[in-house]
């Protein structure tokens, strides 16, 4: 799957968690990775560099316009297109489990704009690169969660909902452009920040393991194939679908 050409590829909030595993997985068979998250992008390709491998850091807030085509500049000069845009960025394991009722508009505009308004700026400023080419991956990493109708974090399963439904009607926009839109849903995933924050203490064994065909803790790393393979040649007449890469927790 890797034998083919280095690509370009953009990993948003790619800094650290799955994001990282993204980066660093890709870099090593190949590809020249652009970090874009709001903080520890200077870390973060310094780490991927130190290992002999190609990166550069773009520090991009994902709901700003201006961030994002800053970024999108940056990779262009760099390496002289986009081949990949992963839409990783998402807020997620700093928010608080919550009954629905107790979600301000604040909060819930917050998530919105993150996991939504960002990957459609995102989408925004990389397609006009992407037609240039005249090809094109780009890859929303969504959640289980709206398929599974998980409670407590209405905000999020919403947004994560939103995400696979953006994934369908871009993808059927720009087939004709030869571009591919696909969602990765993970399920409940080890991420450094999930370990942080302490998010799997409070998750009920169900969530973490039971309800898995393969009953153990989901990693970063199990997420690396899919995208691997999301983003290969090979799926190339893949578009608008979504892979649930959960242990067997949902079937789709
Ligand atoms: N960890 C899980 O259980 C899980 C499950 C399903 C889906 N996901 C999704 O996977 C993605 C990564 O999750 P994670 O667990 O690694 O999260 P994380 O919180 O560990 O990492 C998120 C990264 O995004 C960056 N980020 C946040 N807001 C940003 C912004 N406005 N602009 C740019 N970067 C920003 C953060 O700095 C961080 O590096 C998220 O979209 C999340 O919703 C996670």
Known sequence: MMSEQSKVVVVTGGASGIGYAFVEYLARA??????????????????????????IGVTTDVVKRDDVEKMVEAASKEYGGIDVLVNNAGLFTTLSLKPFDRITEQ????????????????????????????????????????????????????????VIAFTRSLA???????????????????????????LHEKMPDTARKTSRTIQRDQVPEDL????????????????????????????L
Request: with cysteine; glycine share 12%; net charge positive.
């Open 172 to 198: 059927k926009e720009l087939g004709n452009d030869n571009i591919t839109v696909n969602a990765i849903a993970p399920g409940f995933t080890l991420s450094e920040g999930v370990l942080q924050s302490g």
């Open 30 to 55: 190949g590809h020249r990775m652009v970090i874009a998250d709001l903080r520890g992008t200077e870390e973060a390709t310094a780490r991927i560099r130190n290992q002999g491998l190609a990166a």
């Open 224 to 251: 690396v194939g899919a995208l691997a393979f999301l983003a290969s040649d090979e799926a190339g007449f893949i578009t608008g679908q979504t892979l649930a890469v959960d242990g067997g927790s949902v079937f």
């Open 107 to 162: 909060e819930w505009m917050r998530v919105m704009e993150v996991n939504t308004l960002g990957p459609f700026l995102c989408a925004k400023a990389v397609v006009p690169v992407m037609r240039k080419k005249g090809s094109g991956r780009i890859i929303n990493i969504a959640s289980t969660t709206p398929i599974k109708g998980t409670p407590m974090m209405l905000h999020y399963v919403a947004s994560k909902g939103a």
